[in-house]
């Protein structure tokens, strides 16, 4: 995983991270706010930071994973599906936190994409 630049070729699949948040949300709430935003296809009804800072198409996919820290923090990785290849100047606009790109999905896609859809659910507390 590298951070995103400017220069940076466009890609289906980004990652953004906000680490040290305050939970101010159970993550039961949580799991209902996205399951109704994802039911309305409109992920600006997430709650910030879990949501996009500005409006996505409705056919962009989010993938959620909150994960406790030891200073009672939590750390959010959100995981973006764009449709179609995004470049990260237009992107960057929908992150809250920072953003990166994952390495290996050049090399062997079907298999990066398997790896972005369950590692994440493996390694958090708490997954949507």
């Known amino acids: 995983m590298s951070e995103c630049t400017d220069a940076d070729n466009p890609t289906v699949h980004l990652l ?4 040290g948040h305050i939970m101010n ?16 296809k409109d992920l600006q009804l997430l709650p910030s930071p879990f949501g996009p ?3 996505v198409s ?3 996919k989010l993938q959620l994973v909150v994960t406790e820290e030891n200073d009672g923090t939590v750390t959010i990785l959100k995981h973006y599906q764009f449709p179609s290849k ?8 929908i992150a809250t ?6 390495n290996f999905m050049s090399k062997k896609p079907i298999v990066g994409k398997k790896i972005l859809q369950y590692c994440p659910q493996g390694m958090a507390e708490s997954s949507i």
């Not at 936190?97 to 994952?102: A, N």
């Open 16 to 19: 953004e991270v906000i680490a």
């Open 25 to 40: 949300i159970s993550f039961e709430d949580l799991g209902g706010h996205y399951k109704h935003a994802v039911s309305n």
């Open 53 to 55: 800072k500005v409006p």
């Open 58 to 60: 409705s056919d962009v």
């Open 86 to 93: 995004a470049k990260f100047n237009l992107v960057k606009t």
């Open 97 to 102: 936190g920072t953003l990166h790109r994952p």
